[in-house]
């Protein structure tokens, strides 16, 4: 089964209905720890994230609510009751990713942003904020779908695994995101969304 992939990009503030309704949808323990967070704009991105991995879910296997997260001893994000479900997801400021497999997955998205010109040569030798992080996706998104750890990637990125696939991804302008899959079958065409003014 290929990945199949949905990305929102989020160019205003959640309204007061619209995140009551997003936290309804999260288990008690993640809502929570989102509650923790204290400025309601940097809980945006991560509850629009569960959004649309509930969305996925609705779309791709029907199911009306997200099933409970556990999480590995490196803090990969699984289903327990689902395990043949694989999912990741992803947010930066103003945009999310999402990615469903049968087989393990990993998916980044970064927005565009200027770089010290010491860290873009320390880590991956860039030359321009662009190749940083079209770099710096790949490697996350790699380190998701194994579930190491981005700082095994940060000096040296190693060659691909023997059934390890990578795609570069551009759902929105200014932002750069791959997936990382287990399957050589083309991720389908990412879903995108936007939660914009209405007008």
């Avoid at 087989?103 to 010491?118: S, Y």
């Avoid at 000096?155 to 899959?181: C, N, T």
Wanted: contains cysteine; positive net charge.
């Amino acid at each position: 089964m290929p990945v199949y992939l949905w990305a929102a990009e989020i160019q205003r503030p959640l309204r007061p209905g619209e995140e009551a309704l997003l936290m309804a949808l999260l288990p008690s323990y993640r809502r929570e720890r989102l509650l923790r967070i204290k400025e309601p704009e940097k809980r945006v991105e991560p509850l629009c994230a569960y959004g649309l991995l509930y969305l996925a879910l609705r779309q791709m296997y029907g199911w009306r609510r997200l099933p409970a997260i556990e999480y590995s001893a490196r803090g990969k994000p699984y289903f327990p009751a689902a395990r043949k479900v694989h999912f990741n997801l992803s947010h930066t400021p103003g945009a999310v990713l999402v990615g469903l497999s049968d087989a393990p997955v990993g998916v980044d998205i970064e927005r565009i942003r200027p770089v010290n010109r010491r860290t873009m040569e320390r880590i991956c030798e860039a030359g321009t904020p662009e190749d940083f992080f079209e770099s710096w996706v790949r490697r996350e998104a790699r380190s998701k779908r194994s579930g190491v750890g981005v700082s095994t990637m940060l000096r040296i990125e190693p060659p691909l695994d023997q059934g390890e696939y990578y795609y570069a991804l551009h759902p929105f302008p200014g932002y750069a995101a791959g997936v990382s899959a287990s399957s050589p079958d083309l991720p389908e065409p990412v879903k995108k969304f936007t939660l914009r003014e209405s007008v």
